[in-house]
């Protein structure tokens, strides 16, 4: 079974460029959640997709993110334009039910200079 | 909101030293579960607690949930130089899947 994978593994970008991650979740996971961790601190929770929908996105740091989920498969989470505090490890996760073990992938490190 | 918190954030301990991390949530969990991330890795799916009191045993790892279903704790007995990450902590909610701050062990050898 494939596992949650994430692209891409790095991304250096300069401040004011955009920037799309995608997650593909495990096949069948209707739960979708995207977390951040920023230099070796805690998991931050962005937002968390039920099929297409947002469950709550009540973690993403501002407008500057938009994460989108259409049709329910795979995610994107832009960010338009990127600024120096959203460097980090981007992690995508997924899980068959609310609550349920989650997935997570390898994750996408940001660095925006 | 749902707060999940854990100390110490930070242990060091020599090989063979046992270990503790404790978590607390400020509202009862449907369940507990644990992660580890190893240094450049990803979080790692270790164990789900689910009933009051529970204990569970990993080899030299146990884990346990809480009377209250609101703290749960894991306890590695002799570490070893693997065992070296940062362990998580996660609490669902309706809304979402909630990590505690992490604590990172470090093993000296």
């Known amino acids: 079974e494939a596992g949650v994978t994430q692209f891409p593994s790095h991304s250096v970008i300069e401040k004011g460029q955009t920037v799309t991650l995608r997650c593909d979740p495990i096949?069948?996971?209707?739960?979708l959640y995207w977390y951040r961790r920023v230099m070796g601190k805690e998991i931050k929770f962005l937002l968390h997709f039920v099929k297409e929908s947002k469950q709550d996105e009540s973690g993403m740091p501002n407008n500057r993110f938009l994460a989108e989920r259409t049709g329910g498969t795979y995610s994107t989470l832009k960010v338009q334009p990127a600024e120096l505090e959203d460097s980090g490890v981007y992690f995508c996760?997924?899980?068959?039910?609310?609550?349920?073990?989650?997935?997570f992938g390898q994750g996408t490190r940001l660095t925006v200079v | 909101g749902q707060q999940v918190m854990q100390i110490p954030q930070y242990q060091h301990v020599q090989e063979g030293e046992d270990f503790t991390t404790y978590c607390n949530s400020s509202t009862t969990l449907s369940n507990i579960q644990w992660y580890k991330q190893r240094p450049g890795g990803h979080p790692v799916f270790l164990i789900q607690l689910v009933k009051s009191g529970e204990v569970k045993k990993q080899k030299r790892l146990t884990f346990q949930f809480g009377e209250a279903k609101k703290n749960s704790s894991l306890h590695i007995t002799a570490t070893q130089t693997t065992d070296v990450g940062t362990y998580f902590c996660?609490?669902?909610?309706?809304?979402?899947?909630?990590f505690g701050s992490g604590t990172q062990l470090t093993v000296l050898p």
């Open positions: 996660a609490g669902p909610s309706a809304r979402q899947l909630t």
């Open positions: 096949s069948g996971h209707d739960n």
């Open positions: 996760a997924s899980s068959q039910g609310s609550g349920a073990r989650a997935f």
